[in-house]
């Protein structure tokens, strides 16, 4: 099972720009999806971005046009660039793996603050 380890959260004001980077400890090329997830205190899990192991994306609606996901198979990375970020984003952000085989890993999570 590979290890995730998030990386490039903290306290921005509305409107900044943020980039999250989950970093794992094995190949992820093989990978069937990779993901960010956020959770608000008070609220579920939601899925925010993921990309598929042909290269397509899909995002929350509220996200859309805002953040792009990316990843790097070379470096074993995996990447959210967060632009005109709003108070309502503001959550803890875990990173999300899938492997072919059915095993899902999640790293600890980075807190993400939008200040208003």
């Not at 609606?61 to 470096?75: E, H, L, M, P, Y």
Request: glycine share 12%; with cysteine.
């Amino acid at each position: 099972q590979v290890q995730l380890v998030e990386s490039g959260g903290g306290l921005v004001q509305d409107g900044g720009s943020l980039r999250l980077s989950c970093a794992a400890s094995g190949s992820i090329r093989n990978m069937r999806s990779m993901g960010w997830y956020r959770q608000a205190p008070g609220k579920q899990r939601e899925l925010v971005a993921i990309i598929i192991s042909d290269g397509s994306t899909n995002y929350r609606n509220s996200v859309k046009g805002r953040f792009t996901i990316s990843r790097d198979n070379a470096k074993n990375t995996l990447d959210l660039q967060m632009n005109s970020l709003k108070p309502e984003d503001t959550a803890v952000y875990y990173c999300n793996s899938l492997s072919h085989i059915g095993v899902v890993s999640w790293g600890p999570g980075t807190q993400v603050t939008v200040s208003s």
